[in-house]
């Protein structure tokens, strides 16, 4: 009872910390961490946790490599800082998994904080679109709205990498909430899109795009087109209206995507960056450089004066440099067998539904991770304690199911 209490008090309040910065999610994770390391073989040895132990030992062979890697690196205790204490992501997953799957009503909760923190950061960033400052008075930089992050331009990337969540865990939980909560959840869910294309970001508006077509495409696959498709066209035609009319987010998502998405290096920092990486990568195939260590080896090997940065703003060109051939298939062969799982549903789709809602449910979990995997877009640092976070939260919601559920259908083991 104590552990589960300790574990709700530090994992409920986490879309609220990771608001708040860097610091307080990764000592809650920490905190998290350090406890199931102590209680490891308990948890561990645990039934319901059989259908993940393939993938909690391939987190281990990751964990491995990526220690391998900083040792024979050229700075180790640099790079030691971020692989060595990598394993609380996993000791997080399997402590999260454990009590999750015997608490029916941590799904709910859960739901019921992102559903405040996304009223909360929605409503707060479109009133600082419309009047140039936010609830706190606090003005945005560069006319694009940052909302209670302050400085930093990542509102429509938080929003989108918890959306899928947000809405998987309501349609999972749409039997078990009252009429309230469930106008309140499908406020969250459409003025965070509404946000997400206000803000201006184009990987965010990218992921959402990819987030509401595959939802479309399994829509059309059992309904057809009837009004619900007519509804989410209308919908989306709300979403994507704003970057028309509006001068500003037309030139940041139009305009300035032809020199983001320039071949040439001397055009596009990202192109740059990539280039730079990849002849990182060249030098050090098997195991890279090591991790976080893409800003000590970049000047090396920099392909234009936008080469330097703290990484390459694409995890899996940094998983090649820092990590070489081996981290990097390790990391894109989950993202297949996500993408795998969500075409399984797809063709094998009559077989599969059982209940609609838990279908819809359980996939749009699947989308979350799949998006946050996503290979062609600019990224945060695979490293980093906050990108990090967006990566483990859907997967241990995801997993957290299949132990709860032990359904075949989506069992990966």
């Not at 552990?3 to 910390?17: A, E, G, Q, Y």
């Not at 909302?147 to 078990?176: D, H």
Request: glycine share 4%; hydrophobic share 55%.
């Amino acid at each position: 009872m104590i552990t589960n209490k300790f574990f709700l008090f530090l994992f409920l309040p986490l879309p609220f910390l990771i608001i708040s910065g860097p610091f307080l999610p990764d000592l809650a994770i920490s905190l998290m961490g350090i406890f199931c390391l102590f209680n490891f073989k308990t948890y561990f040895n645990l039934d319901a946790l059989k259908n993940i132990k393939k993938f909690i030992i391939f987190l281990f062979i990751f964990y491995f490599f990526i220690l391998l890697s900083s040792l024979l690196s050229e700075d180790i205790l640099f790079s030691f800082e971020s692989s060595f204490f990598y394993f609380r992501f996993i000791f997080f997953l399997v402590l999260s998994c454990s009590i999750i799957s015997s608490n029916e009503s941590f799904t709910k909760y859960f739901l019921y904080a992102l559903i405040l923190s996304f009223l909360v950061l929605s409503i707060d960033g479109i009133y600082e679109f419309i009047f140039d400052f936010n609830l706190l008075g606090v003005k945005g930089p560069e006319n694009r709205i940052s909302g209670l992050f302050g400085n930093e331009w990542i509102i429509g990337s938080y929003l989108i990498r918890l959306l899928p969540i947000l809405v998987g865990l309501f349609l999972l939980n749409l039997k078990k909430i009252n009429f309230t909560i469930k106008i309140l959840s499908v406020s969250a869910i459409f003025l965070s899109s509404l946000t997400i294309g206000l803000s201006g970001e184009r990987t965010a508006l990218l992921l959402w795009t990819i987030f509401f077509f595959i939802n479309f495409l399994f829509i059309i696959r059992i309904y057809k087109f009837n009004k619900l498709t007519f509804l989410m066209i209308l919908i989306l035609s709300i979403i994507i209206s704003p970057i028309f009319l509006n001068d500003n987010l037309n030139k940041r998502i139009t305009l300035d995507l032809k020199s983001h998405s320039s071949i040439d290096p001397n055009n596009s920092v990202y192109t740059s960056m990539y280039l730079t990486s990849f002849s990182m990568f060249v030098e050090r195939p098997l195991l890279g450089h090591g991790p976080k260590m893409y800003r000590i080896k970049c000047d090396d090997f920099k392909k234009s004066f936008n080469s330097c940065n703290t990484h390459p703003h694409n995890f899996y060109m940094q998983l090649l440099a820092e990590t070489g051939i081996i981290g990097f298939l390790l990391v894109f062969s989950f993202f297949i067998f996500i993408f795998y799982r969500i075409l399984i549903m797809f063709f094998f789709i009559n077989k599969l539904k059982k209940n609609k809602l838990n279908f819809f449910g359980i996939l749009n979990l699947l989308i979350s991770i799949f998006i946050n995997f996503w290979p062609l877009i600019p990224t945060g640092s695979f490293f980093n304690n906050r990108y990090s976070l967006f990566l483990y939260i859907p997967i241990v919601i995801y997993f957290s199911f299949l132990v709860k559920k032990d359904n075949k259908d989506y069992n990966f083991s």
